[in-house]
């Protein structure tokens, strides 16, 4: 970046920061006067804001607020802070239970980020650290994720080539299609050797008050002490843990059935 393009960024950072005061609205001189601006240089930074919706023009008093998008932002930035609380006496209990590394991941785009992590007491641990990007069609979390997610997002995926990683990687849009179906009646999802060859991992989802899959827990661990009995083993615990954080983000399972009942 040039040192003017990092200064508009910042600027149009003053500019947000400016509606802190929560005034119904505010105008284009007053901005100016606040920030130490010119009024044309306010009035530029308005109409890019305004385009991208994070900020709208008042049309009664012809001033500015922020507009919808901000809200929208402020809304995800509440529910990774929701999600943190509640996940994390979950994702102790997890490792203590299980003994292996214990993760929450949240979809970004085809990525999953892992937003929560406690490492396993092993010698032989797996070295993911918090705020790590990976692939989403190739890890448990990933697949959890993506399984529960809307089925035009999800064909839309599909449609967009898959990297292969490992020869373990599924790549074939049908065969991935499959998968997530399976993940979906199944309740939880696995990825053996996918992502990288020596490395195992379970997942299953996690829901927010409204009933949507906003997040994964997982648990990974090196495939020599991570076979398939052991993976069965902790699929229920997983499940549990999982629904445990669910209800702690306001989420009631009892309800939902009703609701379907009905």
């Known amino acids: 970046m040039t040192d003017a393009t990092l200064s508009t960024v910042r600027n149009a950072a003053r500019l947000l920061k400016a509606f802190l005061s929560r005034e119904e609205s505010i105008g284009v001189s007053e901005l100016a006067r606040r920030l130490d601006l010119g ?37 995800a930035v509440k529910v990774h802070l929701d999600l943190h609380a509640a996940a994390g006496p979950v994702l102790a209990h997890l490792r203590e239970q299980t003994g292996e590394s214990s993760q929450i991941g949240v979809l970004d785009g085809d990525e999953v980020v892992y937003v929560d992590r406690l490492e396993s007491a092993h010698s032989l641990r797996l070295f993911t650290e918090t705020g790590r990007r990976v692939p989403a069609h190739c890890t448990s979390s990933g697949k959890v994720l993506l399984a529960h997610g809307t089925e035009p997002d999800r064909e839309a995926f599909l449609a967009r080539p898959l990297t292969r990683l490992t020869t373990h990687t599924i790549v074939e849009p049908g065969a991935l299609r499959d998968e997530l179906a399976t993940v979906r009646a199944r309740g939880w999802a696995e990825a053996i050797n996918e992502r990288e060859i020596g490395v195992a991992s379970i997942a299953a989802p996690i829901r927010d008050i409204h009933g949507d899959v906003v997040a994964a827990i997982s648990i990974g661990a090196p495939v020599a002490r991570f076979g398939a009995v052991p ?28 609701g379907r009942e009905a």
């Open 39 to 75: 009024k044309s240089n306010v009035h530029r930074l308005l109409s890019t804001l305004v385009a991208e919706g994070l900020v709208e023009q008042d049309p009664r008093t012809g001033g500015y607020r922020l507009g919808i998008v901000m809200f929208e932002l402020g809304e």
């Open 231 to 258: 993976r069965r083993r902790f699929a229920r615990a997983l499940a549990e843990a999982g629904e445990a954080v669910s209800r702690r983000l306001g989420w009631n399972p009892e309800m939902a059935t009703r």
